[in-house]
Each structure stands twice: as structure tokens, then as C-alpha cells.
């Protein structure tokens, strides 16, 4: 069984073979679920989730590079979430995983994505995912949800719903359920703006180089926007006509200027 002093530079090569390492880690905690040895399958489930974090990560830099900005949005959720997951049973791997949860919280606040949908559901059954047992307030199996058990993190499985409302948000339970709009044949489209994303991705080269941003309140020229009418949304982005909004401004438009900072490879 590898340590975790082993894999970890491993994990750091540009040719690393993510899914042979997790292949060769499962099988081994395979060994110690049959073995009944909770301490080694959890903490070989700890090296599993590492990998697979830092193989999403890699995911996350490549599909960015790709302009497949949605589908990274959705894989450093997961990214997060299996984070959330590690630190939960095993805190003391936060220094591990820091840089990864540092860069995927800078590159969700890049994002453009403002509002979210949110199903509203009453739950009428569910089940543990360690002993299939039903979740009863007055009849607790034992097993916590988030934690992890004999290798396995424990879970919640509805097996028995209603649906009641679908609600929109700002602050979503899951970030993957952006809004996107859709044109007059009920086909949805992608009507975000990249262009902070666009700019980093011309400047971060390795997805393991740290980077950080600054911003700064500017103010912009009427000149500086040659097709600017009256009726057209202020530049600003606060959402109004640019007439009820910067134009009256003596100042100018109000801008936000990002600058980036890329340490060395």
C-alpha cells in the first residue's frame, strides 16, 4: 500500500496516470472492506479521494483552456464538494488540498453566473447508503451523513418524494443548476460572458501555478464604447439604461478593472 507521502509527488506530473493510481487504491481498499479493517479503508478512501480531486482539478484547467466554461463549473463543484468531503473525516489534509480549494473559490467568483434554479421537494422516504436502513427522526441507524464508514462515505438516498416547486436563486444548494435562456424554438443557449475567464486562461499555463486577482474601480470614457446609445444597458452592468444610469456621471462610466498575478512555473 502506497503512503501518502508517495503518491503526492505523483500526483504533480503533467503525465500523471490518475486512473491507474485510483484503480491500484480501490483494489486495495477492496482488501481491507473484506478484512473488516475500517482504519486502513478509510484512510485508503482518503487517498482516493485525492486523487480524484487532483484529477478533476487537472479537468477543470483543461476544459477552461477548451472554453468549455460550463462543464468546468460543474466539475470544480465537484471538486468542492469531495474537499468538503476529506476535510469533514480527515482535517488534518487541509494543508494537501488547500491550493486546490483556494483556486477553485478564486475561479468561481470569475464567473458570470448570477442565478440558479432550485427544486423544492418534501421528502417522504430515505434511506441510509451504509445499511439501507430508512432515516427516522426517533430510530437513528448510527451512520452520520458526510462521514465515512469501512471506506465508504455515508449518504442520504430518497427513495420517495414530491416535487413541489422549482425556485429561482442566488445562493444555490447545487451550483450546477445555472439558468440559461432559450430561443423561440425552446432551445436552450449559452448567453454568459466569459471574458474574465477568457482573459485569466491567456495568462495561467499549468493548473498547479498559483494565480490571484485584484480589482479596481475605474471610470471610462463615453468614447470608449463607439455603438453606446441612450437605450442601451449602461456598461456599468448594473442593469439599467445607460440614460438613468453613468451617462449623467461627470466622473464617467464606472468600470472594474482585474488584474491578474501568476507566480513563476
Known amino acids: 500500500m502506497k503512503q501518502l507521502n508517495e503518491i503526492l509527488p505523483l500526483l504533480m506530473k503533467v503525465d500523471c496516470n490518475y486512473e491507474c493510481l485510483l484503480s491500484d487504491i480501490v483494489a486495495e481498499k477492496k482488501k481491507a472492506q473484506n478484512s473488516n479493517d475500517e482504519q486502513v479503508a478509510n484512510y485508503l478512501w482518503a487517498e482516493e479521494t485525492i486523487v480524484g480531486i487532483v484529477r478533476d482539478f487537472v479537468s477543470v484547467f483543461n476544459l477552461l483552456k477548451q472554453e468549455e466554461f460550463y462543464k ?124 474574465l475567464l477568457k482573459g485569466l486562461m491567456t495568462y495561467w499555463k499549468h493548473p498547479f501555478q498559483s494565480w490571484n486577482y485584484s480589482i479596481e474601480d475605474i471610470r471610462l470614457k463615453e468614447t470608449d464604447f463607439p455603438e453606446l446609445t441612450s437605450d442601451s444597458l449602461c456598461p456599468c452592468g448594473s442593469g439599467k439604461k445607460y440614460e438613468s444610469c453613468c451617462q449623467n456621471d461627470p466622473l464617467g462610466i464606472k468600470h472594474k478593472k482585474y488584474i491578474f498575478y501568476m507566480d513563476s512555473i
Request: with cysteine; aromatic share 14%.
Open 72 to 195: 468546468a463549473w460543474c466539475v470544480a463543484e465537484q471538486v468542492e464538494l469531495a474537499i468538503n468531503n476529506l476535510i469533514r473525516n480527515f482535517p488534518d489534509f487541509y494543508q494537501i488540498v488547500n491550493y486546490h480549494i483556494t483556486i477553485i473559490h478564486q475561479l468561481q467568483r470569475l464567473y458570470p453566473y448570477r442565478l440558479f434554479a432550485s427544486y423544492v421537494i418534501n421528502i417522504k422516504r430515505e434511506e441510509c447508503s451504509i445499511c439501507h436502513k430508512p432515516r427516522l427522526i426517533r430510530s437513528m441507524c448510527g451512520h452520520r451523513k458526510g462521514y465515512v464508514y469501512n471506506g465508504e462515505i455515508c449518504y442520504n438516498t430518497v427513495t420517495d418524494l414530491d416535487f413541489i416547486s422549482v425556485d429561482l436563486v442566488q445562493n444555490p444548494v447545487h451550483k450546477y443548476a445555472v439558468v440559461f435562456l432559450s430561443d423561440d424554438k425552446g432551445n436552450q443557449y449559452d448567453h454568459y460572458d466569459y471574458g
